[in-house]
Nanobody
Framework: QVQLVESGGGLVQAGGSLRLSCAGS????????MAWYRQAPGKQREFVAT????????NYADSVKGRFTISRDNAKNTVYLQMHSLKPEDTAVYYC??????????WGQGTQVIVSS
């Protein structure tokens, strides 16, 4: 059973930083690209960032480029999202995901990020 457990969210002032973590199990973590998505209130879930299985290549949504950094530790089966210069529009529930079927059908509970102005 694929399990994804996100953590690290919270309430932060605009301009602040947070580091999110996502622990994966039930699949071979080190053999899979990982991704972060987010869903703001009243909006559809949107892509944030991906990282290849070896951590060499990353890709970001334009809205977070230069502020967020995705990384991973395959020894810990964990993917991270370091967020700096947070803006109120970054407020959302953040989810990690394995963007490859059938693993892509599994989602964790997410972690809430609230950025106050």
């Amino acid at each position: 059973q694929v399990q994804l457990v996100e953590s690290g969210g919270g309430l932060v002032q605009a301009g602040g930083s947070l580091r999110l973590s996502c622990a994966g199990s039930g699949f071979v973590f080190s053999m899979n690209t990982m991704a972060w998505y987010r869903q703001a209130p009243g909006k559809q879930r949107e892509f944030v960032a991906t990282i290849t299985k070896d951590g060499v290549s990353t890709n970001y949504a334009d809205s977070v480029k230069g502020r967020f950094t995705i990384s991973r530790d395959n020894a810990k089966n964990t993917v991270y999202l370091q967020m700096h210069s947070l803006k109120p529009e970054d407020t959302a529930v953040y989810y990690c995901n394995v963007p490859k079927f059938p693993f892509s059908t599994y989602w964790g509970q997410g972690t809430q990020v609230i950025v106050s102005s």
